[in-house]
DNA sequence: CACCACTAACTATGTCGATAGGTAGTTTTG
DNA sequence: CAAAACTACCTATCGACATAGTTAGTGGTG
């Protein structure tokens, strides 16, 4: 289900093709959402079977085509009703906690890389964030930017303020992780001294 | 692949049934890697074929059998192996956090409401959370203490000590969420004057 | 004009996981 | 002692995802 919305979200703005969206999962979306193209193909089949969406076949260079869809007025519905529905919270499934659990049964050394890969991960997950953040407070994000046209001037300001709030969002997630992994490192020295 | 290792984490402890480990999934392990039963059991299966778990029939009252699986030394090493090789980082998918982005979708009181659902989902776990760390440092928990028990010596403090700096970080996790959820409420009034 | 990267849109296969059942025996309790 | 709850072990189906590959046209570069 959630794949469906957010391809909505990205829809809503303006018509684009599987291509667009598969692109666009690379960067904006994709940081909360991935998908693969794979996925992306038979979902939008799916919506436009559903009444969702629509899709037009538009020229593309002498004898190309490409489909490009649109949201219908149910489809905004359906995206607006997903919005305001509470979500069921997964259970969890953490493979790095799982294995912290456990770490007596790792080697020290090889307990260790682990962590501090884990702090490369989340390491890097932040500087993104902090670019994309930066990106939004500057109007240089031309995907935001699109949106911003799009939306009716009262609601621009909540727009870029939502944006930057998830990405806040997971700046503290990924800060989290650094900090419980950095104590992790010294919890093996306190362990192995 | 987490599966069948949360399933060796708990089967080096002592032998035990699908069905105990079922009940584990509902406890101690399943706060870090939820399945159902009909996961685990083709799953020991697969793992009885490959030689890294043995399976022993044993009666069950005067008619009733059940299967209680062991680790052979192969389904050790596998762990092992497993334990000491860098986990691969999934791209994110987060529900909370796409809704999150696209929250001028919402209706206010409909975005409000489902903030406070998140903070009282993790506020929940949080509680939960700390109530296992209270159990581990007194000694009052079951499985630790089975676990313990097969344990040389030298790696007890180990064992109790990665169980705890596992649940303190699914506790920082709860916080950044919760806190992430209480600046969001914040944020919505701010922005619905 | 050959080449190559890119755009565009799939398909195919396999595993993982959610959900919902079913069957049979055992133990507890009212 | 019958009913209810629990133990034990499955199966079946469906959608979600990962991974890999295919086909075809476009547009720019050397």
């Given at each position: 289900?959630?794949?469906?919305?957010?391809?909505?979200?990205?829809?809503?703005?303006?018509?684009?093709?599987?291509?667009?969206?598969?692109?666009?999962?690379?960067?904006?979306?994709?940081?909360?959402?991935?998908?693969?193209?794979?996925?992306?193909?038979?979902e939008l089949k799916r919506m436009e079977s559903e009444g969702l969406l629509e899709g037009e076949e538009i020229p593309w260079g002498p004898r190309g085509r490409k489909r490009q869809y649109h949201v219908?007025?149910?489809?905004?519905?359906?995206?607006?009703?997903?919005?305001?529905?509470?979500?069921?919270?997964?259970?969890t499934r953490d493979p790095a906690h799982l294995k912290?659990?456990?770490?007596?049964?790792?080697?020290?050394?090889?307990?260790?890389?682990?962590?501090?890969?884990?702090?490369?991960?989340?390491?890097?997950?932040?500087?993104?964030?902090?670019?994309?953040?930066?990106?939004?407070?500057?109007?240089?994000?031309?995907?935001?930017n699109r949106r911003l046209a799009n939306t009716p001037k009262a609601d621009r300001?909540?727009?870029?303020?939502y944006k930057i709030y998830t990405y806040e969002g997971l700046m503290s997630q990924a800060e989290a992780e650094i900090a419980w992994a950095r104590r992790g490192l010294k919890l093996i020295d306190r362990l192995n001294g």
């Open positions: 289900m959630s794949l469906r919305n957010a391809l909505f979200a990205l829809l809503v703005v303006e018509p684009m093709t599987g291509y667009d969206l598969h692109k666009q999962f690379e960067s904006s979306v994709g940081h909360v959402w991935h998908a693969p193209d794979s996925q992306i193909y038979p219908t007025e149910a489809g905004k519905a359906a995206f607006r009703n997903w919005m305001n529905t509470p979500l069921e919270y997964a259970r912290a659990a456990y770490l007596e049964w790792a080697d020290p050394d090889a307990a260790r890389e682990q962590l501090r890969a884990h702090i490369e991960h989340h390491t890097g997950l932040l500087g993104q964030w902090r670019e994309k953040v930066r990106e939004i407070e500057d109007g240089s994000s031309a995907m935001l300001e909540k727009t870029s303020a």
